[in-house]
């Protein structure tokens, strides 16, 4: 191979590289706010915050869809109403967190995708790790 040739397919390596790598930069997103969704119509946002279990949440069927609707407040605290189109995940009133993945339709957000934060299993109360492996060794060393 000629030194052209080498400079050629290097600068051809290199652009596909740098295409790859603008492509994911610009497609990763972070969490948003009701807020900013509002103002960028049209665009997908993450969204994280918190299930308002004092309003309620209720699936609605149509003829040609089944749609989840409900009110989250975001990390400002801005509550906003959310309607996933599927189904109401289980436990869902139980989770910590809730992320919904979409955009905003005039002042509804609309959920492409619902993921949830559930509680842990694992009390941390309760469980001194280290009080309870210094006990075991005073009953072992008896």
């Given at each position: ?12 390596l290199l652009a596909i590289g740098l295409g790859i790598i603008i492509g994911v930069v610009s497609n990763a997103s972070t969490y948003s706010d009701f807020d900013e ?106």
């Amino acid at each position: 191979m000629t030194f052209l040739k080498k400079h050629i397919v290097l600068i051809v390596l290199l652009a596909i590289g740098l295409g790859i790598i603008i492509g994911v930069v610009s497609n990763a997103s972070t969490y948003s706010d009701f807020d900013e969704a509002l103002q960028n119509p049209g665009e997908e946002f993450h969204i994280i915050g918190k299930f308002n279990n004092e309003k309620s949440a209720e699936v609605v069927v149509t003829s040609d869809a089944r749609y989840f609707v409900f009110y989250m407040f975001d990390k400002n605290n801005k509550e906003n109403v959310v309607v996933f189109n599927g189904e109401k995940p289980q436990d869902f009133e139980k989770s910590e967190q809730v992320v919904i993945i979409g955009g905003m339709k005039d002042s509804t957000f609309m959920a492409t995708d619902l993921l949830l934060k559930c509680p842990s299993k694992y009390d941390k109360k309760g469980f001194d790790t280290e009080e309870k492996f210094q006990s075991k060794n005073k009953s072992s060393n008896q």
